[in-house]
């Protein structure tokens, strides 16, 4: 079963625009993750965000986290055209160290240069 | 080389047949996993192992088997190809901690005829 879900489900945007994507999840956490996925090629890893963090940045990449809401979002800022690509929120849920991570079913972002 | 390599990259097989695929990694980490993708239903677990005696199923995994040949390799096998078994198969691996996300490989995709 999901235990996240992004939204949109496709999202289409000019360069050098920003882009949002947003992830909801079910069951309480203890970390959320992002990934980005290239047509056809393995997932990367982007960005890590705890449950004790609201924010975090990685270059222009910025993610929020709200427990309160279960929910979570990916702000890619002055996107390129090499941002083309689908993007995943995934968490393991709380379960100590022997977590495995659950993914949702991705947005597809598509950048037009 | 790249952290985490999967053999073959692509394959065909016809219904009934045993096909492995493999996978091994050089992050020294002990967890390893394998997902299955398929459009539109994401990522999902097939198995799991948090180091070399200790493999676990995952949400979908009938009709596949694994194998855990050392810390650095673990293969998973298609006893009886069936063509609902088509899909883009990734392996990926962890740390103990999970604070650094998963690692993983560029993916074997799987046409069963």
């Known amino acids: 079963s ?16 920003n882009a949002t994507m947003n992830c909801s999840y079910k069951t309480s956490i203890n970390n959320l993750q992002w990934y980005r996925q290239n047509s056809g090629r393995g997932l990367v ?50 379960g100590g160290s022997n977590y495995k991570l659950t993914f949702g079913k991705g947005t597809l972002l598509t950048v037009n240069p | 080389d790249a952290d985490v390599t999967q053999t073959p990259r692509n394959r065909i097989t016809k219904t009934g047949k045993r096909i492995m695929l493999e996978c091994s990694q050089t992050k020294g980490h002990d967890r390893m996993y394998w997902y299955r993708q398929d459009p539109g239903l994401g990522l999902r677990l097939i198995y799991y192992s948090f180091d070399v005696k200790d493999i676990n199923k995952g949400e979908i995994s009938d009709g596949y088997s694994v194998s855990r040949q050392a810390q650095a390799k673990f293969s998973l096998s298609l006893e009886s190809a069936i063509p609902n078994q088509t899909a883009l198969y990734f392996c990926a691996t962890s740390d103990v901690g999970g604070n650094y996300g998963y690692t993983f490989g560029s993916g074997t995709r799987l046409t069963v005829v």
């Not at chain 1, 999901?2 to 625009?17: F, N, Y």
């Not at chain 1, 982007?46 to 222009?60: D, V, Y």
């Not at chain 1, 990916?74 to 055209?81: F, N």
Request: proline content about 3%; glycine content about 6%.
């Open chain 1, 2 to 17: 999901q235990q996240g879900e992004e939204d949109p489900q496709a999202l289409s945007i000019q360069e050098g625009e």
């Open chain 1, 45 to 94: 890893h982007l960005i890590l965000i705890r449950s004790n963090e609201r924010e975090k940045h990685s270059g222009r990449l910025r993610v929020t986290l709200d427990t309160s809401k279960k929910s979570s979002s990916l702000l890619i800022t002055a996107s390129r055209a090499a941002d083309t690509a689908s993007y995943f929120c995934a968490s393991p849920g709380r």
